[in-house]
């Protein structure tokens, strides 16, 4: 039977060098904070139960985490062993492996971290360290060997010789350890050295002394064990993560017309066969069925669009898009609105709050807002919904087959009957009945011989 594998995050640390009031691992990349994808590679991975270290601003990170993961707090900042030693009380008496990862580090793969549990596994060892060489290992731990190429300890940057600098090979940050062995071996670091902090990396050095095993894991892909320490690095992290959900989306059926300039969030869901043009944005629980054409410069947020659906130039949030829709350019989609299906949306077209029924038509210049519209509707172009009278907003209503004239003020509350008509340029302040014409503005008057001198005239 398989041990029992707990991880802990470590996530006290400041993140001073993100020069940020927000703690570090809740900065996002690509959508998600850095925690949050941490948290479901581990579980993916298989750990068992999860316990996060916090500290610095500890309770914005406990509200974000929420009940995903246990708590252990680090009150004062005094290095990695130290936060690992906070989850002491939640390791002692077992006798599984814990997986040791850090809050920064967003790109590991599930993958890679069950490696590096079943190396620890396999070779029956005290830990076992995901390692990678790095182009540029500037600011990582090095991994330093003997002659005979065996690991004998992890040295820190500020810490470092200049010949354990030129080491390439670097620790990731991400451990697993047999529990017991960990419990013996954490208590006994210091902190002499040159930041003064408890190193958790110490704890290598002192296993191999006392002959345990350690095993270095090589990572496959050094990329996705970077760590995030400042902005410059969130935006290389968020490029990896958006180019990877680009490249699963395409996988599955869905083309990408230039997958750099796109920018679809970890959470959003697309349908086989949608085609996505350049300047997309896809953001939050977004979802996006089969067969649709969006973008290009269209930029979803939260919302839910069906089948065939062609976007153009579209910015939507928190709303509702059913299926065969032409929208665009230049549409603005606001909350609470409902799109039902076979609509025409033209352009210069701003609907919130509405529930627009199947085959209606808004095609140029409207503000549609706080209404629920019929089906088979035309609105002409310039129609306003007048639902804001400096303190409350009102509803408009407009039932199946209305014509809206061009230019219709529809001032709300107010109710048009089906089939009815507002003639162009009409003020609408009280309720149309069905199949009726309204009329709400002067008749045309045409007084003959206005001009009558030459002050006129060419
Ligand atoms: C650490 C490793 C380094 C490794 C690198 C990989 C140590 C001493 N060094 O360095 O070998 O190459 O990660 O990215 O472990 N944290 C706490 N409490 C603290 C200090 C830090 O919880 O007192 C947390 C941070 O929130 C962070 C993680 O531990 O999530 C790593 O801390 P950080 O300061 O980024 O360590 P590095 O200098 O990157
Ligand atoms: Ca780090």
């Given at each position: 039977m398989e041990k029992e594998i707990t991880a802990v995050i470590l996530a006290a640390g400041m993140g001073t060098r993100m020069k940020s009031e927000i703690p570090k691992v809740l900065h996002k990349v690509n959508g998600v904070p850095m925690i949050e994808q941490v948290i479901r590679v581990v579980k993916e991975a298989g750990c068992t139960s999860c316990v996060t270290i916090t500290g610095y601003k500890g309770d914005m990170v406990r509200e974000a985490v929420g009940d995903?993961?246990?708590?252990?707090?680090?009150?004062?900042?005094?290095?990695?062993g130290h936060a690992l030693m906070q989850a002491a009380p939640v390791l002692e008496g077992k006798d599984g492996y814990v997986l040791v990862i850090c809050g920064d580090t967003p790109l590991l793969r599930s993958g890679t971290i069950r490696r590096l549990i079943e190396a620890c596994?396999?070779?029956?060892?005290?830990?076992?360290?995901?390692t990678a060489v790095m182009e540029d290992p500037f600011g990582y731990g090095r991994v330093i060997r003997d002659c005979e190429g065996h690991m004998t300890c992890i040295v820190e940057q500020k810490d470092g010789t200049p010949e354990q600098l030129a080491v390439r090979e670097i620790n990731t940050g991400t451990y697993c350890f047999d529990i017991r062995s960990l419990l013996e071996a954490l208590p006994k670091i210091g902190c002499n050295n040159a930041q003064g902090?408890?190193?958790?990396?110490?704890?290598?050095?002192?296993?191999?002394q006392d002959g345990l095993i350690v095993v270095p894991v090589a990572a496959e892909d050094a990329e996705e064990t970077m760590g995030v320490n400042s902005r410059v690095q969130l935006a290389a992290a968020d490029r990896v993560l958006r180019l990877r959900k680009a490249?699963?989306?395409?996988?599955?059926?869905?083309?990408?017309?230039d997958p750099e300039r796109v920018y679809i969030q970890q959470d959003v869901t697309v349908g086989q066969d949608t085609v996505i043009y350049p300047g997309t944005i896809l953001e939050g629980r977004t979802s996006v069925g089969c067969g649709c054409r969006i973008g290009p410069d269209t930029e979803l947020d939260n919302v839910v669009c069906g089948d065939d659906n062609h976007l153009n130039r579209v910015y939507a949030h928190d709303c509702t898009i059913?299926?065969?829709n032409e929208m665009g350019p230049f549409v603005h989609l606001r909350p609470?609105?409902?799109?039902?299906?076979?609509i025409k949306v033209g352009n210069f077209v701003e609907v919130k709050n509405?529930?627009?029924?199947?085959?209606?038509k808004l095609p140029h210049l409207i503000y549609c807002g706080d209404a629920d519209v019929g089906e088979k509707v035309n609105f002409g172009c310039g129609t306003v919904t007048v639902n804001f009278d400096g303190k409350k907003k009102y509803r408009t209503v407009v039932e199946d087959h209305a014509f809206i004239g061009c230019n219709t003020n529809l001032v709300a509350p107010v109710h048009i009957g089906k089939r009815a008509f507002t003639a162009a340029g009409s003020t609408i302040t009280k309720d149309v009945p069905a199949e009726a014409l309204s009329v709400a503005r002067a008749r045309q008057k045409n007084i003959e011989n206005w001009v009558k001198d030459d002050t006129y005239k060419d």
């Open positions: 995903q993961t246990a708590f252990a707090e680090q009150k004062e900042q005094l290095g990695t596994e396999e070779n029956h060892a005290a830990a076992a360290v995901l902090e408890y190193y958790l990396t110490d704890v290598f050095g002192l296993m191999i490249e699963e989306l395409m996988l599955s059926g869905v083309s990408i017309i059913g299926s065969h609470g609105t409902v799109m039902h299906d076979h509405s529930d627009i029924g199947d085959g209606t």
